[in-house]
């Protein structure tokens, strides 16, 4: 128990270096002034060093291997067995890094985002690229110290999505691909919907308002979080008891502040959700990015763009914007919702195109790392992919490679393919969860999401990191990360307005 207790006390001290980190990170996203960007860099690169010497010492090795005969004693599922389990895999993924090289990458990243800023602004790539370059020179140096891996880009995937790698992502996105281009040239091929309602003007301060009373009546904690405005919407988790939140909202566009505001009210609930007995551990956050995101899509989408969710809400939101969408029946609403086009934007996207935007990115970054994509070439090459796979192409760079923050405030590699591996899971686990709770749909229609948070608690959040992502996949009945209830959810819904 002595080994055990200075384990946890080290680990302590990396997970509050971390949080600090992840503090001033969150201030520079959301209120930072731009001329704090060189001390802030600097802050980070000290944190990060100090955390990556801490978490890699001797001492926490040596702890780890006397406490293994320990933990393999307990049950699984033991808090102690996982804390020395998954610490033990991340301990190992860390020692490979130099420290140096961490503090390196976290000083260029936090002058990197500042500049991505910048140049988002100004719809210029080339105002960043010479920093978008040492980037991927970074990972790449990070990569060369897992010779092992079959890609350079699995040591990124399974820091962010334990268990899977490049060779076991392709396949399934592949056999996906398959299936949704058709779905989406079937419905693109048909009269579009009316989203003109969506296109109106609202007024800032009541959709702010509106997202804050819908995600508070999901179940976000505002004794235990807040909201706030930043570039790119964004949740971050100082602890169980301090998760916070971030929206993007635009006065002619209902649409955007109210699923990114869902969105990430989704994966907050998941980290409020998580059992307080992990607080301050490592295993105090979320599993894996893939099961993150199923929770942030399972609320955006199949919850928020359903049917039974704005039964209820629908006339509190008519009743807050009466000019403009008293006149609107709730189909026509639900259609320009959930409107299904070919479209420049990740983030705005729908449901049936979403994946093809994640499998670009996806693929865009594996060439990167395998040195067929030159940095300098991304722009050109990100709008042939578009034009290629959605026969849209961008006007100009900030709708193209520099609409999402990831690969400017990151590595490149790991950064996307949860996104659709969350939206596979979320189908998965909602079906679960209806099949355990029938009644949850009826509920919904009266503003009760009860049920459906208990069970995502119950079945997910609780256990934060205890469980790897298979193993709450096959927990929720699964025999392995499977297409099928994602495309039948899909179809079902679209059919309503589609002949498919």
């Excluded at 100090?50 to 001797?58: C, P």
Aim: negative net charge; contains cysteine; glycine residues 6%.
């Amino acid at each position: 128990m002595d080994q055990l207790n200075e384990l946890k006390k080290r680990l302590g001290v990396v997970h509050d270096l971390n949080t600090a980190g992840m503090v001033l990170n969150w201030d520079q996203l959301t209120c930072m002034p731009p001329g704090g960007v060189e001390a802030r860099a600097r802050q980070l690169s000290t944190l990060g060093q100090l955390a990556q010497e801490w978490f890699t010492s001797e001492e926490v090795g040596r702890l780890l291997e006397e406490l293994q005969p320990y933990a393999e004693s307990l049950p699984y599922d033991h808090k102690d067995a996982a804390l020395i389990r998954v610490a033990k895999r991340q301990y190992d993924w860390a020692k490979r890094i130099p420290p140096e090289l961490m503090a390196r990458f976290y000083q260029h990243s936090a002058t990197t985002y500042q500049t991505w800023v910048e140049a988002r602004t100004k719809g210029n790539f080339r105002l960043v690229e010479p920093l978008l370059e040492k980037t991927l020179d970074l990972s790449l140096e990070v990569a060369s110290h897992f010779p092992e891996a079959r890609h350079p880009a699995d040591p990124f995937i399974e820091a962010s999505d334990y268990g899977m790698t490049v060779d076991l992502i392709r396949p399934i996105f592949a056999e996906l691909r398959k299936e949704l281009v058709p779905l989406m040239d079937a419905i693109t091929s048909q009269p579009p919907a009316d989203d003109s309602c969506l296109k109106q003007y609202f007024d800032k301060e009541k959709q702010i308002a509106f997202g804050e009373e819908v995600i508070r009546q999901l179940g976000f904690d505002f004794q235990r979080g807040r909201q706030d405005q930043s570039a790119h919407p964004f949740t971050t988790a100082f602890s169980v008891n301090d998760v916070r939140i971030t929206t993007r909202v635009r006065e002619n566009d209902f649409s955007e502040a109210f699923s990114s505001t869902v969105h990430e009210a989704g994966h907050a609930m998941y980290e409020q959700g998580i059992d307080p007995a992990l607080e301050g551990t490592l295993l105090a956050s979320g599993t894996s990015a893939g099961v993150h995101e199923s929770q942030s899509r399972l609320w955006e989408n199949i919850v928020g763009r359903g049917e039974d969710f704005w039964f209820y809400f629908y006339p509190r939101l008519q009743k807050t914007f009466p000019e403009q969408l008293s006149h609107v029946t709730l189909d026509t609403f639900l259609k320009a919702l959930n409107k299904v086009q070919r479209s420049l934007i990740r983030t705005e996207a729908d449901e049936v195109t979403y994946n093809l935007h994640v499998m670009i990115r996806f693929e865009l970054e594996l060439e990167m790392l395998e040195g067929k994509l030159q940095v300098r070439h991304l722009p050109e090459a990100w709008n042939a992919r578009y034009q290629a796979d959605l026969k849209v192409t961008p006007s100009g760079d900030q709708d193209g490679c520099l609409q999402d923050v990831h690969w400017y405030a990151g590595f490149i590699g790991g950064a996307f393919q949860g996104y659709t591996l969350g939206n596979i899971l979320s189908a998965l686990f909602y079906r679960r969860a209806l099949q355990e709770n029938p009644q949850i749909p009826d509920e919904m229609r009266q503003g009760n999401f009860a049920t459906l948070r208990n069970w995502l608690r119950r079945s997910i959040y609780q256990y934060g990191k205890i469980f790897t992502t298979q193993e709450l996949v096959v927990r929720a009945g699964e025999q392995g990360i499977t297409i099928a209830p994602y495309l039948e959810y899909l179809r079902g819904k679209y059919s309503r307005w589609y002949d498919l």
